[in-house]
């Protein structure tokens, strides 16, 4: 069985940083694509960050380039987001993503269950 558990969320000001965290089991990172999708209310879900270790690539939103950095740690089996400068418009739930594919874009194969990022202007 497949659990993506998140966790780091919080509430920061405007220009701060935070740093999510997704542990992966039944899911090993070295062979699957997985990155972070967001929802804010009343918004459509977005698809932040992805990154895939087989091929080596990391793909961002553009609203986000710049400011988030995903990575992962294969020891821990464990995928981050390093969100800095964070700005109003990034508050929303952020999910943690994974696919049964190798390679980014991700599709959406496997979901965690969510964890809430709330930025105070």
């Known amino acids: 069985e497949v659990q993506l558990v998140e966790s780091g969320g919080g509430v920061v000001q405007a220009g701060g940083s935070l740093r999510l965290a997704c542990a992966a089991s039944?899911?090993?990172?070295?062979?699957?694509?997985i990155g972070w999708f967001r929802q804010a209310p009343g918004k459509e879900r977005e698809a932040v960050s992805c990154?895939?270790?087989?091929?080596?690539?990391?793909v961002y939103a553009d609203s986000v380039k710049g400011r988030f950095t995903i990575f992962s740690d294969s020891a821990k089996n464990t995928v981050y987001l390093q969100m800095n400068r964070l700005k109003p418009e990034d508050t929303a739930v952020y999910y943690c993503?994974?696919?049964?594919?190798?390679?980014?874009?991700?599709?959406?194969?496997?979901w965690g269950q969510g964890t809430q990022v709330t930025v105070s202007s």
């Open positions: 039944g899911f090993n990172l070295d062979d699957h694509a």
């Open positions: 993503v994974g696919d049964g594919d190798s390679v980014c874009p991700i599709v959406g194969d496997f």
């Open positions: 990154i895939s270790t087989v091929v080596r690539g990391t």
